[in-house]
């Protein structure tokens, strides 16, 4: 089934649902705000449609190569490779790459910081506003597409940060996010979310890599609501792939349950979500496991609305 060719349209709606990948053509960003560049012409020249379709393509090569070689799951957040060509290496500063086809690239220490979804141009767009990063959208993202565990939502009365920065438009955005979080509503929320996007603060609002902020050295250090703490993206991520590695198996089997259920998933479906979490943690967490504990589970055999209806 997975060496169908029919895989790769389910891979190209899964990520688009999951990642919000979809999303990427349509969205408003202001590259010459993000790039400081005068010239429209020459922000368009360094980013425009055709990359944001490298960038997509690059996702849903990237999910394809693990599901169908049957690779471990955590590699979706860890690997030191992607799929890139010629433009899109170039765009990540990654040399070597040379014509249009896309292929699998390692990365090398200088761009140790790049593999896994959370640093791919995707994630890195879908979760910025349009011109500039959000650490909160992309902490929250974390929070309730890799973890599973959603901040609630904001109280009605707390402004955005856009307007706490009409108060204080100078300093970092880590600075920025201080005064935000400085007001009594804001704090329980944003001490969950911020840890996790300041930790991304060095890839900007289109996925390119920076030391800078402000004229000031990015700090992406930080620490989760549970205790770990890291001082860069590399370091976060080996925090989710081991201490919060079953939290990312129970968020992923969720959706990837939604998805092929075609529902949300209920308080009911709690048992078959447990079993398919258990067999990721007894075996290797391979991408096929996850699969076939979809397939066989009671909920999708006998899910209704597909195919034919039996005839009583």
């Not at 449609?49 to 693990?66: A, P, V, Y």
């Not at 290496?89 to 220490?109: I, Q, T």
């Not at 699969?291 to 066989?296: D, F, K, L, S």
Request: aromatic residues 8%.
């Amino acid at each position: 089934m997975l060496a169908d060719e029919k895989a790769n349209r389910m891979v190209s709606n899964f990520v688009g649902q999951w990642l919000q990948s979809r999303d990427l053509i349509s969205l408003d960003i202001d590259v010459r705000h993000i790039l400081g560049e005068s010239n429209k012409r020459n922000a368009e020249r360094i980013f425009d449609q055709e990359m944001r379709k490298d960038m997509g393509k690059e996702t849903e090569l990237f999910f394809q190569h693990i599901l169908k070689e049957n690779r471990p799951i955590l590699e979706l957040l860890n690997a030191r490779y992607s799929f890139l060509n010629e433009s899109l290496a170039k765009f990540y500063g990654v040399s070597g790459v040379k014509g249009g086809a896309y292929r699998r690239v390692e990365f090398g220490e200088e761009q140790q910081a790049r593999g896994g979804i959370l640093t791919q141009g995707t994630f890195l767009i879908v979760t910025s506003q349009p011109t500039r990063t959000s650490p909160v959208k992309r902490g929250l993202f974390v929070l309730e597409n890799i973890l599973g565990t959603p901040a609630p939502p904001a109280p009605p009365d707390v402004p955005e940060l856009e307007d706490s920065e009409k108060e204080s438009a100078e300093g970092t955005m880590r600075e920025r996010m201080v005064a935000h979080r400085e007001k009594a509503l804001c704090k329980s929320c944003h001490q969950r979310m911020d840890p996790i996007g300041l930790a991304l603060e060095n890839f900007n609002a289109i996925g390119q890599w920076r030391d800078e902020d402000a004229g000031q050295p990015i700090d992406s250090a930080g620490q989760l609501v549970t205790g770990e703490k890291f001082s860069n993206v590399m370091e976060l991520k080996e925090i989710l792939i081991s201490s919060r590695k079953e939290d990312f198996y129970r968020c992923l089997t969720e959706k990837m349950l939604t998805y092929a259920l075609g529902r949300g998933v209920e308080y009911y479906d709690a048992p078959t979500v447990d079993r398919i979490v258990e067999r990721l943690l007894g075996q290797e967490g391979n991408m096929a496991e996850l699969i076939y504990g979809v397939v066989e589970s009671t909920p999708f055999q006998k899910r209704r609305g597909d195919g034919d209806r039996l005839q009583n």
